[in-house]
């Protein structure tokens, strides 16, 4: 089987890193956290000779959601236009009551408000599969109530948007967010991955659990 590939757009003004895996060879793309721009995002990819196949969001901050609904929509009638399945949208469950809310998701501040539904609402250790690639979402609150991260263990690559970053963590000063839980999320479901996991967060650059576990000052193992 053909080895699953990871691309990054730098997107908007909080400079959130947008991905989309594929596997080589192959023209269908799972997208992550489509910041903003949903039409460019669209356009960027299918130039590429990208099809949208599916899209997963780790959070509902507004510099991860704002491109969204406009992704969907416009892959959405691509792939009905090619006869294919519908293009859906995946969540964490918990992140629900935030997407919906532009006070609690920020994009009310931001001075854009926006709400989202997703299409598939997910919980911890459930599996997915999206043109042949399979992740399993890991529940990560902290961040916000329903943070989770998608773990490809094929390619060993974790998607952990705003969690954990390079030597750093997410705030957890917006709604939802808990420092405490922000925490025992990484020490309990990242910190317990293969060490050679690469981590790709929602901004910045990647990393890998084995460098954080040794380098990040704010999750120092006992």
């Known amino acids: 089987m053909a080895e699953i590939k990871i691309g990054k757009m730098v997107l ?4 959130t890193n947008c991905y989309f895996l594929y596997r080589t060879g192959e023209h269908e793309a799972i997208v992550v956290d489509p910041a903003d721009q949903g039409a460019g995002i669209f356009d960027a990819l299918k130039r590429n000779g990208f099809l949208t196949a599916g899209i997963l969001l780790t959070h509902g901050h507004f510099d991860h959601i704002w491109g969204c609904a406009e992704l969907r929509e416009r892959a959405g009638e691509d792939a009905e ?23 609690k998701n920020v994009s009310e501040m931001a001075g854009r408000p926006c709400t989202l539904d997703a299409d598939v609402y997910v ?17 990560t609150p902290g961040h916000t109530a329903g943070g989770c991260c ?8 974790l998607l952990c948007g705003d969690t954990i970053f390079l030597e750093s963590v997410g705030r957890t000063d917006f709604p939802t967010g808990s420092m405490g839980t ?8 990242i ?5 050679g996991t690469r981590l790709y967060p929602g901004h910045g650059e990647d990393t890998t659990v084995a460098h954080e576990k ?9």
């Open 182 to 189: 922000l925490i025992r999320s990484i020490q309990e479901k």
């Open 214 to 222: 040794e380098h990040n000052p704010f999750c120092a193992q006992p």
């Open 81 to 103: 236009e090619r006869g294919d399945a519908p293009v859906l949208v995946y969540a964490c469950r918990e992140e629900k009551p935030l997407l919906n809310d532009p006070e």
């Open 150 to 157: 998608y773990y490809f263990e094929e390619p060993g690559f």
């Open 12 to 15: 908007g003004a909080c400079q």
């Open 123 to 139: 919980s911890d250790g459930q599996e997915i599969t999206i043109a042949g690639m399979t992740c399993k979402v890991i529940a």
């Open 191 to 195: 910190f317990t991955l293969p060490e």
